[in-house]
């Protein structure tokens, strides 16, 4: 669920870049979930055309899908089919992350496929064709076709561009047997309690997952695709649509299909999910070269690299196993792993928490990332205490934190150092400020009395700090367009009049905040997408 200040930051980067009225239905959506076009008309008071294309707009760019479920009629009634339409929330923040995904791309494959990579980010989706004219006309380089569809290509099959998904997949309702199915994988006895504390599959998750290619023709190059379930050169198969689709509403609301679409082209867009998990794991060995080493953080980076290929899940918990002779020959592929033996890539296996065996036969390793990442997000929080309440509030923080259960007043002043009513006044400030939970107790022994634990909620405190994470960058977001604003005045002046110092001012509070903002986009990263 989108936090209050993320859907703020969401609708003012829309704002920003598509105009009012498309961040008007975009703020609809987001507020309001998966809504039809006709409750979209609704909701937002305008007209159709204005909604229309604010849509159009919108699903261009991956901040919205649209997807169809099977509504029941009324008595006597055939069953109806509906469009919904659904706002992608990281696809939107995703805008503030562009520069970062053109830099990889640019490190990785040069400069020509980030120039590549720049117009899909810019224009959300094209065709082949498309992305070949848009590059001839930027580029001041007779550069040979060929040249530019195998840039395209590595692009493609580094993962870094995908097919775009189905227009409009069909959601279906989870049948009787997939529940029953379910309930059997749970076990009779179990199944109520282990149903309830589940964690429920999200309707953007049940509709990306439809919506989205088979793997074996997402990254697949070739113009021509015939499948049950696919598209054939970007055109949907209506032989093998849905039952029913005749039953659609006559009036039929908003035709999604592009143009790219009308002309039989297939549709290419960037592979967001690529991105995040190669800064995920940026993140990864970014913690342990700063709490470890550098020659562990070199380990990790050479097991990290060999296995992406092998990753189906941005979020895995653990990289994918490797045998040590396989650990050996990707570190010393690296400039510094070259100087690292046997022993010493034993010990950085040993450091991120691997447990080798006794005798060496063809045992495999892999390193647990989630505990890593769980590790960076404690120590952003603890730094952001440390900075805001103090070194005596971090102390406190970091203790309850790493207790993992409820502490009295007392005792956390007496394992801290820290005055009694000191303690019980900075507990207070943290507590108002949603850092840390309190529970009043009461012990009955001969005389009742009353005392206060605390305790820290990591589930509770990490959508705290994330939504104040998002509210900071919209107000640097703010702060950065309205100092642009005072430069384009300065930029504009009549010529003779001297606006150095000016000039000079506005360029260190520019980089300022856009080095803040930067710092602020891995923070919420690091509790949003990993």
């Known amino acids: 669920m989108e936090t209050p200040y993320g859907i703020n930051l969401a609708v003012y980067l829309i704002s920003t870049y598509f105009g009012d009225l498309v961040a008007k239905v975009c703020e609809c959506l987001l507020r309001n979930g998966s809504l039809s076009f006709a409750n979209i008309l609704r ?118 561009v995908e097919r775009c998904p189905k227009p409009e997949p069909f959601l279906a309702p989870p049948s009787e047997e997939e529940v029953a199915a379910k309930k059997r994988r749970l076990g009779a006895k179990a199944s109520k309690v282990q149903v309830l504390f589940q964690e429920p599959e999200t309707i953007e998750q049940r509709v990306l997952a439809a919506a989205a290619p088979m793997d074996s023709i997402r990254f697949l190059l070739e113009s021509f695709i015939n499948d049950d379930n696919c598209m054939v050169d970007g055109e949907r198969n209506e032989d093998n649509w849905m039952d029913g689709d005749k039953g659609r509403q006559n ?87 070259r100087s690292m033996n046997v022993d010493r890539v034993r010990a950085a296996l040993i450091q991120l928490g691997c447990q080798l065996p006794v005798i060496e036969l063809d045992e495999t390793f892999s390193i647990d990332l989630g505990a890593i990442i769980e590790l960076a997000q404690l120590e952003e929080v603890e730094s952001i205490v440390l900075k805001r309440y103090g070194r005596e509030a971090y102390r406190m923080f970091r203790l309850l934190s790493k207790a993992g259960r409820p502490m009295e007043t007392e005792k956390i002043a007496d394992t801290t150092f820290v005055d009694k009513a000191e303690t019980a006044k900075i507990l207070l400030t943290l507590w108002k400020d949603d850092y840390l939970q309190m529970e009043t107790l009461t012990a009955n022994s001969g005389k009742e009395t009353k005392y206060m634990v605390w305790k820290v909620n990591k589930d509770l405190l990490w959508i705290h700090v994330l939504d104040e994470m998002y509210h900071a960058a919209l107000n640097l977001r703010l702060r950065l367009m309205r100092e642009m604003e005072q430069e384009k005045e300065i930029i504009l002046a009549p010529k003779g009049i001297q606006f150095e110092k000016r000039v000079d001012r506005l360029k260190k509070v520019r980089n300022v905040l856009e080095s803040s903002l930067m710092k602020l986009v891995d923070a919420t990263m690091l509790f949003r997408d990993f």
């Open 43 to 160: 909701s937002t008071e305008l007209n159709r055309v204005q909604v229309k294309n604010s849509l159009l707009v919108l699903i261009q760019h991956n901040c919205v899908q649209a997807y169809v479920i099977q509504q029941e009629g009324g008595f006597g009634e055939a069953p109806k089919i509906l469009t919904q339409y659904l706002a992608l929330f990281d696809n939107i923040i995703h805008h503030l992350r562009f520069s970062k995904f053109l830099a990889i791309v640019s490190d990785d494959l040069g400069k020509e496929c980030s120039d590549i990579l720049e117009g899909l980010l810019q224009h959300g989706r094209l065709s082949e064709d498309q992305i070949l004219d848009r590059y001839m006309d930027i580029s001041n380089q007779n550069e040979a076709q060929d040249a530019i569809k195998e840039n395209f290509r590595r692009l493609v099959g580094a993962r870094y």
């Open 251 to 337: 009036d039929q609301d908003l035709d999604m299909t592009t143009q790219a679409q009308k002309e039989k082209k297939v549709l290419w867009r960037v592979n967001f999910e690529e991105f995040v998990r190669r800064l995920r794991h940026k993140a990864c060995v970014a913690n342990v070269k700063g709490r470890l080493d550098e020659g562990t953080a070199t380990v990790l980076s050479s097991i990290l690299k060999a296995t992406r290929s092998a990753e189906t899940k941005v979020k895995m918990e653990s990289s994918v196993p490797l045998s040590m002779d396989s650990i050996l020959e990707e570190v010393i592929k690296t400039d510094k792993g």
